[in-house]
């Protein structure tokens, strides 16, 4: 799995929905937030990004994912359950818990987090598993919800096993050969604009990626400016440096429709929700 997602790994979207499509699976789990927080004072976590994968079609609603993300960003309180795992988090980094190991029924179900998320979703069972990433800013982490549908029994000591184990494998590869959220991805730019990255990191010219492409040279040129400006560097040696020292290979998910990663119903994208493919 952790091998699988090194192939995406210049985009932080693609590398997190296709290994999250894949845990889910192995722990039989029906929906699926992995993403990136930061973890102030008082336990109050800050959403950085997030991917979110539904295991049935239209499994997750697009208003009811806007409104959540709206009101995590206005009033961290809205999911306390977050601040109590992060308070046990804080005495042992990257702990996997199921919700009942430190919620009990009766404050769950009357809680916001219940009757607003997961009762809309129609899932009941949640794990919580939550790691420092190596290298990064004070208190900013690795993070993944995995839920069950209501009426499924609760995440047990095997998942809980396998989805740590799972997640300590991968978070010291994130800002590394992973891409982090911050990061400007590939998947951002016009999908010529992506073509014409894709050629040069081949090792094509100008010439040669118009000619490949159909395009005047001018245009490929116009393409490489903007190329350089979203990665921040100056020239293509920059920008194909920028890919060897990743460890990034020529294997481009983001401009390969047929071996891009299943993506989520929605993709949720710092402060915006967009339909995934």
């Known amino acids: 799995m952790t ?3 090194r192939e995406f790994g210049d985009d932080a979207f693609a590398w997190r929905e ?22 102030g004072p008082g336990y109050q976590p800050r959403d950085i990004g997030v991917a979110v994968w539904g295991y049935q079609e239209g499994f997750i609603d697009l208003a009811t994912v806007e ?36 919620i009990e029924d009766r404050r769950w179900y009357g809680s916001t987090d219940h009757q607003v998320v997961q009762a809309v979703f129609g899932v009941d069972p949640v794990l919580y ?8 800013a004070t208190g900013e982490g690795s993070g993944m919800v995995l839920h069950r549908a209501r009426g499924m029994r609760d ?17 010291p590869l994130i800002g590394r050969t992973l891409a982090r959220f911050h990061e400007p991805s590939p998947a951002d730019l016009a999908p010529r604009v992506r073509q014409t990255l894709a050629c040069m990191l081949e090792g094509d010219s100008d010439k040669q ?17 903007c190329i350089y400006k979203h990665f921040s560097v100056e020239s293509r040696a920059e920008l194909l440096a920028r890919w060897l020292r990743r ?3 020529v294997r481009f998910a983001w401009n390969e429709p ?7 119903p929605y993709t949720v994208r710092n402060d915006r929700v967009g339909a995934g493919d």
Not at 22 to 35: E, P
Not at 130 to 135: L, T
Not at 155 to 171: C, L, P, Q
Not at 258 to 264: H, T
């Open 258 to 264: 047929e071996i891009r990663p299943a993506r989520a």
């Open 247 to 249: 460890g990034w290979g």
């Open 155 to 171: 995440f047990g000591a095997r998942e809980r096993a396998i989805i740590r184990e799972a997640h300590d494998a991968i978070v």
């Open 209 to 225: 990626v118009a000619s490949r492409l159909g395009l005047a040279t001018y245009t490929v040129n116009q393409y490489a400016k």
């Open 67 to 102: 409104r959540q993300l709206v009101e995590f960003r206005t009033e961290p309180d809205f999911f306390e359950s977050l601040r109590e795992y992060f308070r046990i988090q804080a005495e042992e980094d990257g702990v996997c818990l199921g919700r009942r190991e430190f």
């Open 3 to 5: 091998g699988e997602a």
């Open 129 to 136: 598993c939550h790691r420092s990433i190596n290298g990064a």
């Open 18 to 39: 296709h290994w999250l499509r894949r845990l889910a699976k192995v722990t039989d789990a029906s929906m699926g937030h992995f993403g990136e927080m930061a973890i």
